[in-house]
């Protein structure tokens, strides 16, 4: 997709649902008292230990869990992903690719095991090496704590990828989804900033954390102002994953500075800008506010030579496949995400 050849009506129509959506929208509604804290955060969270004692292990990946140390001292759980030994005798452990996912829940929710069945399947089809880090949520530990996390993590995994069986050689790609997206863009321009070795090369930013400090807005080109449409959109506020209730729960809890690159990293601040940037896999929904400044980033990204893959789901929500299964869209997801890897990976 050439996003600057869109007019501004096909940019608007991306957030028309879909028909299957448009059914669903009605019947799926997620209610909480927004306005009280500290029971909203206490129930998102059940949901997520919920999905914790669901989890269920594949006997072709060993799992452990490994620790970084933070700047602070404090111990962060890494869980890593690896080909069970058993059942890899014909392939050399030593050629796997190392691969980070950080996982989404806007910094106050979340944890490894939300991206543990991709993990697996990445292990299962890859034989890579796959690392997901917990970082430190908000509102008890507010910007940029989980992001600062995120970069501790991947130097840590970094200087101990022997360590951790795999060979960076072959590839070391950085991922997430949404908040995790967000780290994942900021850690990759860190890296490339304080020249992290070996070299990350390769982006997955599913439904990215991208966004514009509004410092900078007088240095994005015209072209792209005028573009920026989503966070705008009713259609796309009156979301069903990512109601606007949780938006502003998680802006109150994240204290975010929206003026740091850490929280708003569509222009980056040194000379460097975007350049230099590893091939990036995006994923784009739609109906998510995020969506235009995302579509920004991969035609910037685009500009100084940097090979990108885009799939946009015209009409759906933000991280649709987490809480709506039951799309056509959702089934095709993880085969989208998988393919989007083979890419990173020129496999």
């Known amino acids: 997709m050439d996003f600057t050849s869109l007019s501004t009506q096909e940019i608007l129509d991306l957030a028309k649902p879909t028909k299957e959506y448009a059914e669903l929208r009605e019947k799926f509604k997620f209610e909480l008292d927004w306005d009280d804290d500290q029971e909203a955060i206490s129930t998102l969270r059940q949901f997520v230990a919920f999905q914790e004692l669901a989890d269920r292990k594949d006997p072709g990946v060993n799992e452990e869990t490994l620790h970084a140390v933070a700047r602070d001292g404090h111990q962060l759980p890494l869980r890593v992903f690896r080909a069970a030994k058993a059942n890899a005798v014909h392939v050399e452990l030593s050629r796997s690719p190392l691969i980070v996912l950080f996982y989404g829940g806007g910094f106050i929710l979340g944890s490894p095991t939300s991206m543990a069945a991709l993990a ?45 069986e795999a060979d960076p050689n072959q590839g070391f790609l950085v991922g997430g989804i949404s908040a995790g997206g967000n780290i994942t863009n900021v850690v990759t321009h860190l890296a490339r900033d304080r020249g992290l ?5 390769g982006n997955w930013l599913s439904v990215p954390g991208v966004r514009l400090a509004p410092k900078n807005a007088d240095e994005l080109p015209q072209k792209y102002k005028e573009r920026l449409l ?23 809890s994240n204290k975010r500075d929206e003026n740091s690159e850490l929280a708003s990293p569509l222009i980056w601040p040194t000379d460097m800008g975007h350049k230099k940037m590893p091939r990036t896999y995006f994923q784009v929904c739609g109906a998510d506010t995020g969506r235009d400044e995302a579509l920004v980033y991969d035609d910037m990204l685009k500009a100084e030579g940097i090979e ?7 009409g759906l929500p933000h991280a649709f496949w987490h809480s709506l299964k039951g799309l056509p869209e959702s089934k095709r997801w993880l085969q989208d995400t998988l393919d989007g890897f083979a890419w990173l990976l020129n496999r």
């Open 230 to 252: 989503s966070r705008a959109q009713e259609a796309v506020i009156d979301s069903r994953t990512l109601p606007p209730g949780m938006v502003k729960l998680m802006n109150r």
């Open 120 to 164: 697996r399947s990445l292990v299962k089809r890859f034989n890579a090496v796959v690392v997901a880090p917990t970082y430190r949520l908000a509102p008890e530990y507010p910007f940029p704590t989980g992001v600062n996390d995120g970069w501790d993590a991947v130097a840590w995994i970094a200087e101990n990828a022997e360590v951790l």
């Open 197 to 201: 070795q070996p070299l990350i090369t």
């Open 308 to 314: 990108t893959r885009l799939d946009v789901y015209p």
